[in-house]
């Protein structure tokens, strides 16, 4: 049985920037595409099972790098998706062997015939995610600061230094350096300068 039946859809196959592959119902890969072959099974080869089995792959990969992400990910896929009858989309996470984490959505679409319900094939698209999760986390930290400042903030009538979230405290400076990305120079106001140093009023008189 021939899924992909023309020269132009070969090619939009092999030519796409996500890795393709195609799974039978027993986990094996029947086909990939170039970006597939450069990119995860090369990964996946270099510490992983050769194993041609996808889900084996996913699981040797994650007891080699101690990563839970892809043994969950092919337990999901082991027990909920076969027979394929619908789109299934998850967000797995990958460490590499320089240690570099990186994110992929992987979309598994069952490739049906004719008027079937279910398939004995399917496409499993692989798309790196990596700058969005990052672009995600530095969100996260910006909003987890920006909800630090938020309310009332138990400050000492005398000394002026702030409490936090652990009872310990803080003078200003500190404070806001630990939880936003201020840095602080230090100067003299005119009010503290008259009381301080009040021979020297008289130049801030000069001034204004």
């Known amino acids: 049985m021939r899924y992909i039946t023309s020269d132009l859809e070969s090619l939009s196959f092999q030519s796409t920037s996500h890795q393709l592959i195609i799974v039978d119902h027993h986990w094996m890969i029947r086909s990939c595409n170039r970006a597939w072959q450069d990119g995860l099974h090369k990964l996946f080869l270099h510490t992983a099972s050769r194993d041609n089995h996808y889900l084996h792959l996913m699981e040797a990969w994650a007891a080699q790098q101690k990563n839970l992400y892809p043994a969950k990910f092919a337990q999901y896929l082991r ?124 130049i801030l008189d000069k001034r204004n």
């Open 79 to 202: 027990h909920h998706v076969v027979p394929f009858n619908k789109t299934h989309t998850y967000d797995i996470s990958i460490t590499t062997p320089h240690n570099e984490e990186k994110w992929f959505r992987v979309e598994l679409t069952p490739l049906q015939e004719g008027l079937a319900l279910e398939s004995h094939l399917a496409l499993v698209a692989h798309t790196d995610i990596t700058e969005q999760k990052k672009t995600e986390l530095q969100l996260r930290q910006a909003l987890t600061e920006a909800r630090t400042l938020y309310g009332l903030l138990p400050i000492c009538a005398v000394c002026k230094h702030i409490k936090d979230d652990s009872d310990e405290w803080n003078t200003v400076e500190h404070y806001l350096e630990k939880h936003t990305s201020a840095e602080f120079t230090h100067d003299i106001c005119p009010k503290c300068i008259r009381r301080l140093y009040p021979k020297y009023s008289n």
